[in-house]
């Protein structure tokens, strides 16, 4: 049965366009899971910390609204496409509409294909059927089973067998100019000896709206593809997002994950990769900035599947106000995978009294012939260092901005050029306001 407080979703609600029978009924067995599952409970592991009622569907009524208004940052990346600095940029409205521009080195390629995902589905339904919802789909959650309803259109990068792109693929999301939910739909995938760097880029439409978004990013990684993709969070302060993401890698695939949470009034992310395939790696990087009354829920997992696998995570955290921060990072070697390296460290930086870190690592080990560590620091900066900096002419406010750049920047510094100069505009901009 359905919790009392869920607002059911319509049939009609959904929509399908001119869709597919596959996508129908995909879309409709998604609309039944959502209805019948329950509200997550709040003494459930996951939701201990966060009240799930704050991203619940409460109608569309109105659709969400697109703003025609330009927006921070877009223009520059268009001049980096221009410069050939990047390989592709593509705006998402509101999860309605998708603007794709490519670069020369794209343009010219046949074989790649970035385009709005009601378009591929149409053009390359061999690409999407088999793969679309399959690592992150209605059954993973309520609120996975909510974005497979009612996704409108989304985002494919498909990089063909082989094909190693040099330049990043710039991706924007821009919410709804109404507090309606956006749902946003992308789909990335890496076909073998491939390599791709995407830069996925999350804001309001407007420092206002109080938006509600919620996200799924779906990433394949065939036999040894590599894959950097970096998501920026930097909405505005009354907005409450919920983000689910997952990598399924093959045998001796690489992927580097970047999650970079700025803004917003409540997140909540739930990351990993699942290393199906022998030799597979992933490493995971989290970099948080909380100010004022700002929540944020991060969830990360690695899931190691098959023999002598390799996962490392070094998720970093720095709070001041009454910001808070809750850190929950699974490491699964199941049995039969012998020979695998696991780590895992959390490190949260206290600025203040008033500022709040939880931090829970766990790892769950079914299988002899492994390494795996796990680690969490939670505190203020030590006395001594501001001391020692102070000892020298560099006054306290600079003191503080040096110890927390130098806390987060071994982290830049696993970015490529152009996503790093990025990330770090906002990096400096929280340190500015310390």
């Known amino acids: 049965m359905s919790n009392s407080k869920t607002i059911l979703v319509e049939p009609e609600e959904i929509s399908t366009g001119n869709s597919p029978d596959w996508l129908e009924t995909l879309k409709r067995e998604s609309l039944d899971r959502y209805n019948s599952f329950d509200l997550p409970l709040r003494s459930a592991h996951l939701w201990r910390y966060t009240d799930p009622e704050k991203f619940l569907y409460t109608g569309n009524g109105v659709k969400p609204m697109v703003s025609s208004d330009a927006f921070p940052g877009y223009e520059n990346a268009l001049e980096r496409l221009q410069n050939s600095e990047l390989s592709a940029v593509v705006a998402d409205h509101a999860g309605r509409e998708i603007e794709v521009k490519l670069g020369q080195d794209i343009s010219s390629n046949n074989d790649i294909f970035i385009a709005p995902l009601r378009e591929a589905i149409q053009e390359r339904p061999e690409l999407i ?35 190693e792109l040099e330049k990043p693929i710039h991706l924007f999301h821009r919410g709804s100019t109404n507090d309606k939910w956006t749902f946003v739909r992308v789909l990335i995938i890496a076909e073998e000896d491939s390599s791709v760097t995407i830069l996925d880029e999350y804001l309001s439409a407007n420092d206002e709206v109080a938006g509600k978004n919620n996200t799924v990013v779906e990433i394949f990684g065939g036999r040894a593809s590599r894959i950097q993709y970096v998501a920026l969070q930097r909405n505005n302060l009354n907005t409450v997002s919920y983000f689910s993401q997952r990598t399924l890698l093959d045998d001796d ?76 990072g699974l490491i699964r070697v199941d049995a ?93 901009e929280r340190l500015n306001s310390l």
Request: proline letters at 3%; one cysteine or more.
């Open 129 to 163: 059927k088999s793969r679309l919802g399959s690592v992150v789909g209605s059954s993973f959650g309520k609120f996975e089973a909510l974005n497979s309803t009612l996704w409108a259109d989304g985002i494919l990068v498909y990089i063909p067998k082989g094909m």
């Open 253 to 328: 695939a690489k992927s580097t994950l970047v999650i970079a949470s700025f803004g917003g009034k409540l997140s909540k992310s739930d990351l990993g990769a699942v290393l199906k395939g022998a030799h597979a790696e992933s490493r995971q990087y989290g970099l948080v900035f909380g100010s004022g009354k700002q929540l944020f829920d991060h969830h990360t997992v690695h899931l190691h599947q098959g023999s002598h696998g390799y996962s490392n995570l070094d998720f970093k955290v720095a709070l001041k106000d009454k910001s808070r921060s809750i850190y929950t």
């Open 336 to 428: 039969n995978t012998p020979y695998c390296e696991a780590y895992q460290t959390n490190r949260n930086l206290l600025l203040n009294r008033g500022a709040r870190a939880e931090s829970i690592p766990e790892l769950e080990i079914l299988c002899d012939e492994v390494i795996c560590t796990h680690g969490a620091t939670v505190g203020p900066i030590d006395p001594m260092e501001i001391f020692y900096l102070n000892s020298r002419g560099i006054p306290r406010t600079e003191a503080v901005r040096m110890i927390v750049r130098g806390h987060v920047e071994p982290t830049l510094k696993e970015l490529s050029d152009v996503i790093r100069e990025r990330v770090s505009e906002f990096v400096e």
